[in-house]
Nanobody
Framework: ELVQSGGGSVQAGGSLRLSCAAS????????IGWFRQAPGKEREFVAA????????YYEASVKGRFFISRDNDKYVVYLQMNSVKPEDTAVYYC????????????????WGRGTQVTVSS
């Protein structure tokens, strides 16, 4: 199970940190990603981090503003969102899979329930 926290409302230009706490066995073996879905749009990939935290990957529109990290001792993955924009408004989901390609493609073994992020202009 992946339990999310940290969503909410923020003004454009501000910052927000999302957390994804895991209780899945073997969490340290899982690649973890963040996805988002805005109203009327399909779910899209945002950021990903591999199982040991050595590699990360970002969707172009968030690169340089969002940062993904993980603490395998605490079984938590974070998404630090800086310089947020109104177009970042969406429900954000964390997800995990043992296979990197599947995870980035959105085909994940486990998903969080989602947390709303609203950015006002």
């Amino acid at each position: 199970e992946l339990v999310q926290s940290g969503g909410g409302s923020v003004q454009a230009g501000g910052s927000l940190r999302l957390s994804c706490a895991a209780s899945i066995p073997g969490f340290i073996d899982y690649n973890i990603g963040w996805f988002r879905q805005a109203p009327g749009k399909e779910r899209e990939f945002v950021a990903a981090i591999d199982w040991n935290g050595h590699n990360d990957y970002y969707e172009a529109s968030v690169k340089g503003r969002f940062f993904i990290s993980r603490d395998n001792d605490k079984y938590v993955v974070y998404l630090q969102m800086n310089s947020v924009k109104p177009e970042d408004t969406a429900v954000y989901y964390c997800a995990g899979d043992l296979n990197w390609g599947r995870m980035v493609a959105g085909i994940n073994e486990c998903w969080g329930r989602g947390t709303q992020v609203t950015v006002s202009s």
